[in-house]
């Protein structure tokens, strides 16, 4: 996995501006908690759909696995495939974070308070741990609760794509890491003695997306390691300038600047 031992640690990211708000300043556990960070009992509902969602498709795969005639040959290509959609993940997390960030307006239709969100997050950025779980995964759960059933029935009616069982194992850990991908971002930006246990371990192992990581993405202009998963492809797509490039190909067919251009400005 990607390694950032250059990373600025999350305070100095934050000092490189007298505009944006420090990560490290996250709030304290005697902070009060607006009414709309709170969960509510439909946030619940919605995050409890998302997770029986991909409950259901892990046994799936566990029972296609079992049911196999060759077991261990379909474990291993469960756990590849596993792999796969953890990674995928990660970069559809960078794409997405990408796009909103830099395109589009809170007028816009269906992602236009995620925009306004992601906009109000670069400048008060430690307000995200404030977020109660469930408010901050509904929205993904729910989506996840739809689409989820949905694929898994769409691969057993079709058989699957060569071993059912990874077919499902894929689907089922893409659908986790997307939907979870919100609550890893909210870890990077908290301290690590409030983390849940082991979440800070995953983050120095690179398997979720580290605080000093996440760090670079908050130093205006915001242009850079979009992933909110584990980061892995952050090198890769930072690296070869891939979003640069994207944006200006957009820019000549559309006019159309990404909003890190006016903030380099």
Excluded at 54 to 65: D, G, N
Excluded at 74 to 85: C, Q, S, T, Y
Excluded at 183 to 198: I, M
């Amino acid at each position: 996995m990607q390694t950032w031992p250059c990373a600025p640690t999350v305070a100095q990211a934050a000092s490189t501006t007298t505009t944006t708000p420090s990560m490290s300043t996250a709030p304290s556990s005697h902070d009060v908690v607006p009414d709309e960070m709170r969960s509510t009992w439909p946030h619940r509902a919605l995050t409890l759909a998302g997770f029986l969602a991909i409950l259901s498709s892990l046994l799936t795969t566990a029972r296609l696995v079992t049911a196999s005639a060759s077991p261990t040959a379909d474990l291993l290509a469960a756990a590849i495939a596993a792999f796969a959609g953890y990674s995928l993940a990660d970069l559809a997390t960078g794409v997405y974070h990408w796009l909103i960030d830099n395109y589009g307006g809170a007028d816009t239709p269906v992602l236009g308070a995620q925009i306004a969100a992601f906009k109000d997050h670069h400048l008060r950025p430690s307000a995200i741990i404030l977020l109660e779980p469930c408010n901050n995964l509904h929205v993904a759960a729910g989506v996840v609760a739809v689409a989820l059933p949905a694929a898994g029935a769409a691969l057993s009616a079709g058989g699957g794509c060569g071993s059912p069982a990874a077919a499902h194992a894929f689907a089922s850990v893409l659908a986790a890491c997307v939907m979870l991908s919100v609550q890893f971002h909210a870890w990077a930006h908290e301290r690590p003695a409030r983390l849940p246990p082991g979440v800070a371990a995953l983050q120095d192992a690179g398997v979720l997306l580290s605080p000093s990581q996440h760090a670079w993405h908050h130093r205006p202009p915001h242009d850079n390691t979009y992933c909110t998963v584990s980061g892995m492809w952050n090198g890769v797509l930072d690296g070869y300038k891939v979003f640069e490039a994207a944006e200006k190909v957009i820019y000549r067919a559309t006019g159309v600047k990404p909003r890190s251009w006016v903030l380099k400005v």
